[in-house]
């Protein structure tokens, strides 16, 4: 097993990664390994992400065509809509 150190951590990272390690009743040290753990390697199974890569495709199938506007496009109207409401530009009706 290896060490790992780092150093300079703001003290809110700190403070947070302490704090969860309280509210899932172990230390520091073990939410740490926890964190990296479940970030680089994962905790699910390749079954288990097989799975869940399926019903992702199903529903994509069950969806395609419904002429649902992309998320890209909600975004686009909605930051326009703001910016005429901040400007006062548009329609005035």
Do not use: K, W
């Not at 403070?15 to 520091?28: K, N, P, Q, T, Y």
């Not at 395609?64 to 975004?75: I, K, N, Q």
């Not at 703001?82 to 548009?90: C, F, K, P």
């Amino acid at each position: 097993m290896a060490t790992l150190t780092v150093r300079n951590l703001d003290d809110e990272v700190v403070r947070r990664l302490r704090i969860r390690a309280a509210e899932h009743g172990r230390s520091a040290e073990a939410e740490h390994r926890a964190i990296l753990q479940s970030t680089l390697v994962g905790n699910a199974s390749s079954s288990t992400r097989q799975q869940i890569i399926e019903r992702l495709a199903e529903f994509r199938r069950r969806t395609a065509g419904r002429g649902m506007p992309s998320a890209a496009d909600l975004l686009r109207e909605s930051r326009d809509t703001r910016m005429q409401e901040l400007t006062g530009t548009g329609d005035e009706s």
